[in-house]
């Protein structure tokens, strides 16, 4: 979309009558005042500014009707999800936020608001680079087979070609983002050759399973999240 387009584009949300009701709401519940209006650099920083243009802009992408927008769960949780962003020190997490409101009530996926509450302190106690972790993580689960044998050592070489991170610091960053209750950590059956020495000196071949291969994989709530948090 070039410049131009993206003013007509502006000013289509602009003037719509869903952008007119979301900032009704919006005014109403930030604590310094209306954002929106000709002295906005006096009342906020451009950092704060930005912020909230980019939220804004990502939850009018949607289809969300008059109903949805005067819904009293919509504006609680649209007030929660300003908040949070509110307290992002960086941009690049704004977009999940409002991907996480808006798809909650755009799609087929049903949340509660104990889930709405908890995705939300997730998200926000993660870092950017973190959740994107994790969306490696879902990704690389759909498109393979979890109980191949090698999965992991697949997965590690992989992960060490996305991020350019040693594969074997892939295991104590997702042992830690398994705090965040959206990975669980698993002792995969690995069958092994190993050499047995008999008193005659003779040597045996034997086929041995041992449970020292440590991986990970991704619960329901975390791909609850990836659905309302993608595009």
């Known amino acids: 979309m070039d410049k131009k387009d993206e003013i007509i584009y502006a000013e ?11 900032m009704s709401v919006y005014r109403t ?8 209006d000709t002295n906005i650099n006096e009342i906020v920083n451009d950092f704060m500014k930005k912020k909230h243009e980019e939220f804004l802009s990502e939850i009018l992408k949607s289809n969300l009707s008059m ?3 005067k819904d009293v769960e919509f504006i609680m949780n649209f007030k929660k999800t300003l ?5 992002l020190s960086k941009n690049d997490k704004v977009k999940y936020f409002a991907n996480l409101l808006k798809n909650s009530y755009m799609n087929d996926i049903k949340i509660l608001n104990d889930e709405y509450e908890e995705m939300l302190r997730i998200l926000g106690n993660m870092s950017y680079r973190e959740i994107n972790y994790l969306l490696f993580l879902y990704k690389f689960e759909q498109e393979n087979d979890l109980t191949k044998d090698g999965y992991w050592y697949s997965f590690m070489a992989a992960f060490e070609k996305q991020f350019e991170i040693n594969r074997y610091k892939s295991y104590e960053i997702y042992k830690r983002l398994g705090n965040t209750g959206l990975i669980c950590e698993e002792l995969k059956l690995e069958s092994k050759t190993v050499t047995e020495h008999s008193n005659n000196e003779e040597y045996n071949e034997l086929l ?3 449970l020292d291969l440590k991986y990970f994989y991704t619960t329901d709530l975390l791909k609850k999240m990836v659905n309302l948090i993608s595009e």
């Open 12 to 22: 289509k949300i602009f003037d719509s009558k869903i952008y007119k009701n979301i």
């Open 83 to 87: 908040d949070a962003v509110n307290r």
């Open 208 to 210: 041995t399973d041992t």
């Open 67 to 69: 109903v949805d927008v």
């Open 29 to 36: 519940i930030i604590p310094f005042g209306d954002l929106i």
